[in-house]
């Protein structure tokens, strides 16, 4: 029997997501692009209009809560508002529109909603162990574990596209020396994390930059939540398909008809940080999951 309904909402950098279902049924899943963590890096504020974009977000969410039986809800925030100084401008307008404060959750507990959220989703028994790795806006999760005993290390790092994007990649399209900077900060986080990336005999990626790229890799006519959704990619061709977006100008990737518009600036900082990770992995292969943080966050109600 399935247990009853609760609501999910993930606030991250650059998308605020919403579940509404009895799990394992999903009722409703939705997805709005209104890059919150717009300037915090350089800013450490929250801007004006990333404000409104999200409550406008919230709005609609809460039109879709009320029209569902929804028992629990529960709203984690993500890296825009651990970095904010006005996060209490943030907390007061979500109060007023959900009647929740939002949780912001540390980045040990985001690295293990996230890997709660995809080894759920997987198929089939996965070699182990498994890495997930989940790029957001403002970070990058990164997580190994097993799907009995969860996680057993893992990293909140200060990578994301919307914060690499605007620190490194200024030039349409960047230049080789704006990439290998970009390059060599990630490298710096990587050298500093504790999670043993070689270990890993299954890597799984989870979010938007990952899931973009899976439609990217299938070259799909159009996004396809059903084809993206356990993808198995050769990493080869990831690696490949890094280097064709960043050579891209802005208005060539709007073309594509698989990226969403609100991604065209940030994916290339994006799948950078895909590339180097995998680079420092030794598997032949990624799995791409569309279940991700904000199924982990909706488990953890039931």
């Known amino acids: 029997m399935p247990d009853s309904t609760v609501a999910a909402i993930d606030c991250g950098t650059n998308t605020v997501k919403l579940l509404i279902g009895a799990l394992p049924d999903v009722d409703v899943r939705e997805m709005r692009m209104v890059r919150l963590g717009q300037g915090v890096d350089a800013t450490g504020r929250l801007a004006d209009e990333a404000l409104e974009r999200t409550f406008a977000a919230l709005d609609e969410y809460a039109a879709l809560i009320a029209a569902h039986d929804v028992e629990r809800l529960r709203f984690c925030a993500t890296s825009a508002t651990r970095d904010a100084a ?179 600036d940030v994916i290339g900082a994006g799948v950078l940080i895909l590339d180097r990770v995998l680079r420092r992995t030794g598997v032949r292969t990624l799995v791409v999951s569309e279940a991700d943080i904000l199924d982990g966050i909706a488990w953890s109600l039931v």
């Open 86 to 264: 006005n996060a209490d401008v943030f907390a007061a307008g979500v109060r007023a529109r959900l009647g929740v404060d939002p949780e912001v959750v540390s980045g040990d507990e985001e690295a293990a909603l996230a890997f709660d959220g995809a080894v759920r989703n997987l198929r089939s028994a996965p070699a182990e162990p498994v890495l997930v790795v989940d790029i957001g806006g403002g970070s990058t999760e990164l997580v190994l574990g097993t799907p009995s005993d969860g996680p057993g290390s893992a990293v909140s790092l200060d990578i994301g596209s919307v914060r690499l994007h605007e620190r490194h990649l200024h030039t349409d399209p960047p230049t080789a020396a704006e990439v290998a900077a970009c390059v060599a900060d990630i490298d710096a986080h990587l050298d500093r994390s504790p999670v043993p990336l070689a270990d890993a005999a299954t890597v799984v990626g989870v979010a938007g930059t990952v899931t973009t790229v899976g439609a990217g890799v299938l070259d799909l006519a159009a996004y396809d939540r059903a084809l993206v959704d356990q993808a198995e990619l050769a990493v080869d061709d990831v690696h490949g398909l890094a280097g064709r977006l960043l050579a891209l100008p802005h208005a060539e990737r709007l073309e594509l008809p698989w990226l969403h518009p609100g991604r065209a």
